[in-house]
């Protein structure tokens, strides 16, 4: 935009921001300070004394004078290229015979694993997966911008990560649609996913959605949500301290959270997750939502004490940027059928998104909000930005975070009137039979 501009952000990210982004992503050479950690959600006088007082992390130089000079010495010949930046590298398709200890000692020194013993993706094994599609093998599924390098993920390298994480053909489809949302999700904080399934493909495919379905007992959930992870540290190409920089990351990316809609047991006139979003009830629909914290109830529902009014307390501890609310069969007939019931998820949805509601320092006092949103709010969109100017005039006022249409329901499970609160965003979702 011909706007002289130095970039600012903590140590990890720049050097990043000045390696690998620079180099496949985005090309610009850009100039950047670094500041230490931590930036969020310190006083001035902190940031005062980081552009003052402290050494910027890239020069070693005091912050101010190395915005200064960022700012006004000349480019140098590297700063002048213009130009996309060139592709990934292209790996091998092939790697040379070892022994299965080379292989999982080889996979593991490329953090190509979540470091559990792996399935040796041989030829023969890959060639088995890919009869499970009748997609071919070099069909590109998606293409891969980020976090750089425009990587083409095809049908051959989904398959080579199915066969990692010890899946079986007639998964397939399944994982192949789930593919189109790698890689999973990251950021400097604790995000993770989760993988809904709906549909007849929950069923075909035997996974598990009546009972300790988030635990380890099922073999389709496992290997689901475990090539999801694997795709997205290959295909993706996500690895700490190169392109992730979580501190204290997520257990969740083990797995995913990979659950199935209890369809079966759905209360009447609650509809399945999927045709809430659009969907068939006989289409096989897999979605994959982002997020970072998941809330389980300490025990069972008493009916003194309605359910939704404690989902609704533990969702005031949610950042408010999207809620899914997973609840077993039970919670759901309570809901439904008890007085002031609610006939379907939106009705829940609605109520939920009406009653529950959090301090306005509460909600801006959360990183992630205040980096999502302060912005949008500054620009004057609403009602952020009236909820923004609370934060000097009355920081105690409550506020509604939440609207009906981000607050999703999920039933699954079943034996106990227990549930879970999550703010995993739930987006439309991927149709399997579209891979098969």
């Not at 500041?35 to 902190?46: E, T, Y």
Request: some cysteine.
């Amino acid at each position: 935009m011909g706007i002289p501009t130095v970039g600012a952000a903590g140590a990890n990210v720049v050097n990043y921001a000045r390696g690998y982004d620079f180099e496949y992503t985005n090309g610009m050479p850009i100039r950047y300070v670094g500041f230490p950690f931590p930036v969020a959600g310190q006083p001035k006088s902190v940031h005062h004394s980081y552009v003052f007082e402290r050494n910027d992390v890239v020069t070693d130089k005091p912050m101010m004078q190395a915005i200064i000079e960022a700012f006004t010495a000349p480019l140098t010949d590297k700063e002048k290229i213009s130009g996309r930046p060139p592709e990934a590298k292209v790996e091998p398709r092939l790697l040379q015979p070892m022994t299965e200890d080379q292989v999982q000692q080889f996979f593991k020194d490329n953090d190509w694993t979540d470091y559990n013993p792996i399935i040796p993706p041989t030829e023969e094994r890959v060639a088995a997966m890919l009869k499970g599609t009748s997609l071919p093998a070099d069909k590109e599924v998606k293409k891969l911008n980020w976090p750089g390098g425009d990587r083409s993920m095809t049908v051959e390298k989904v398959a080579v990560c199915a066969v990692m994480a010890g899946a079986k053909p007639e998964m397939f489809p399944l994982i192949l649609a789930t593919s189109m949302s790698v890689p999973f999700g990251n950021s400097t904080s604790s995000m993770a996913n989760m993988i809904l399934v709906n549909g007849p493909v929950r069923n075909e495919v035997k996974m598990n959605s009546k009972g300790n379905v988030m635990g380890p007992h099922n073999e389709v959930n496992a290997v689901l949500g475990r090539t999801f992870t694997l795709l997205s540290k290959t295909a993706g190409n996500l690895h700490a301290g190169k392109t992730t920089f979580s501190a204290l990351g997520s257990n969740i990316q083990y797995n995913n959270l990979t659950i199935a809609e209890n369809e079966e047991d759905l209360p009447a006139g609650w509809e399945p997750t999927h045709v809430l979003k659009g969907f068939k009830a006989t289409d096989s629909v897999v979605t994959v939502g982002t997020g970072w914290t998941y809330i389980s109830s300490v025990g069972e529902v008493q009916r003194q004490y309605p359910p939704q009014f404690l989902i609704r307390d533990y969702m005031r501890s949610l950042t408010g940027m999207g809620a899914t609310v997973i609840v077993t069969p039970e919670v759901a007939a309570l809901l439904h059928d008890a007085p002031n019931s609610f006939a379907t998820k939106r009705d829940l949805s609605r109520w939920l998104a009406e009653n529950v509601q959090k301090t306005v320092s509460s909600y801006w006092g959360n990183g992630v909000v205040s980096t999502m949103n302060a912005s949008l709010a500054i620009q004057g969109m609403e009602p952020l930005a009236s909820q923004y100017k609370l934060i000097e005039t009355n920081p105690e006022e409550l506020i509604k975070p939440f609207q009906a249409g981000q607050v999703n329901i999920v039933v699954t499970g079943k034996g106990q009137t227990t549930w879970f609160v999550t703010d995993f965003g739930v987006g439309r979702g991927t149709k399997v039979d579209d891979y098969k």
